[in-house]
């Protein structure tokens, strides 16, 4: 399977920018996979969608304002991307940076603490960050919101708050797991008082998430790393839930990945530590039974995520629709749900 089978045409305007002013205002696509249909909704609409006794699987990582910017002593500005921090003062990052830095060369940051270049792992750096406080609280007092490249302005205030989801409690990630942008704390006392439960995964979504897919042969790209959290906790609760015949419903696509990360021979088991899975059309989800995500980049891994899930060209005909309707893509859009059994 080629990158180029996840290719469709995306006009620009309709990137989303900012966010809606509600969270929840957002539009729903939903996917009746065994008819090969789909429905144009809302998504204050949800609990209409789900029953009693169904469970949301959120990731409850926190972003970071990993975003940081600097000088070199010569001069020569420098943006700092946090990857992911390794250590009380050391992190890999992304940089952007008019001539890459060698081994040794000092970053001098807004507050005149500077960070040191360690190495270099193909297109990240390492860095360590010469400063008493913890690196956490560095990027608190000097750190911008990471948006992702798509969108073309800068993080302000506001983004502090909408580029992070309501339950975030975790901190470790770099990018929001963007499909649960949409809840808001209103919806999620619906989906309470109707019987739906809720459970949690962490998974600290990394820069690498934004990284292309350079091989046309899939079977050639390699995975970025990430931190990821399954407890026996959830472990016990999907069990319960499909025990008693609810549906595990997968907030987003690093859901997927985490629970499929903790998946050995079919059986879910508690897991702790990093993942490279990689998920395309001939790769078998068992883990959930249904999925909210948001609209993905043409060619990316998280398209063929959700491909794998219903099928390549049932998705690209879902996504050709959205585009003729004019959703609002990626983070900041609208939102699919994804139902591979049906209604």
């Known amino acids: ?20 002013v509600e969270r929840s205002a957002s539009r729903l696509l939903v996917l009746n996979a065994p008819t090969h249909t789909w429905q144009d909704r809302m998504f204050r609409e949800l609990p209409s969608l789900l029953h009693k006794g169904d469970l949301l699987v959120f990731n409850d990582t926190r972003v970071l304002p990993a975003r940081l910017y600097g000088h070199k002593p010569s001069g020569g500005a420098v943006e700092i991307l946090i990857e992911r921090v390794t250590g009380a003062h050391e992190a890999t990052v992304q940089l952007g940076v008019s001539k890459k830095p060698r081994e040794g060369t000092v970053i001098v940051l807004a507050d005149g603490s500077h960070a ?13 960050f010469e400063s008493p406080e913890p690196l956490e609280r560095l990027l608190l007092k ?9 969108i073309s302005r800068h993080a302000d205030a506001s983004d502090m708050e909408r580029y992070q989801t309501v339950y975030a409690r975790e901190p470790g990630a770099v990018a929001a797991p963007t499909a ?12 309470r008082d109707m019987g739906v439960d809720f459970g949690y995964v962490t998974l600290h979504v ?11 042969d899939l079977s050639q790209h390699k995975m970025h790393r990430e931190w990821l959290n399954v407890g026996a906790g959830l472990v016990e609760h999907i069990e319960r839930t499909r025990r008693t015949g609810g549906r595990v419903v997968a907030v987003g696509t690093t ?11 079919g059986e879910l088991r508690p897991f702790a530590g990093e993942t490279q899975i990689f998920i395309f059309p001939g790769y078998r989800i068992t883990s959930i039974d249904a999925l909210i995500t948001n609209f993905h980049l043409p060619q990316s891994t ?17 996504y050709r629709h959205a585009v003729e309707d004019r959703y609002r893509f990626f983070s900041y859009g609208d939102a699919m749900l994804i139902l591979p059994r049906g209604m």
């Open 116 to 128: 040191t270049v360690l190495g270099r792992d193909e297109s990240f750096f390492h860095l360590r």
């Open 142 to 150: 000097l750190g911008e919101m990471p948006l992702p490249p798509y």
């Open 302 to 318: 998280l398209l063929m995520l959700v491909s794998a899930l219903v099928g390549r060209e049932y998705m690209l005909d879902a």
């Open 1 to 20: 399977m080629k990158k180029s089978d996840f290719h469709f045409d995306l006009p620009p305007e309709l990137i989303a920018q900012a966010p809606l």
């Open 206 to 216: 990394g820069a690498g998430t934004f990284q292309p897919v350079r091989a046309d």
């Open 180 to 191: 649960g942008l949409h809840f808001d704390e209103t919806l999620m006392t619906q989906l």
């Open 255 to 265: 859901v997927v990945r985490a629970l499929e990360s903790a998946t050995v021979n």
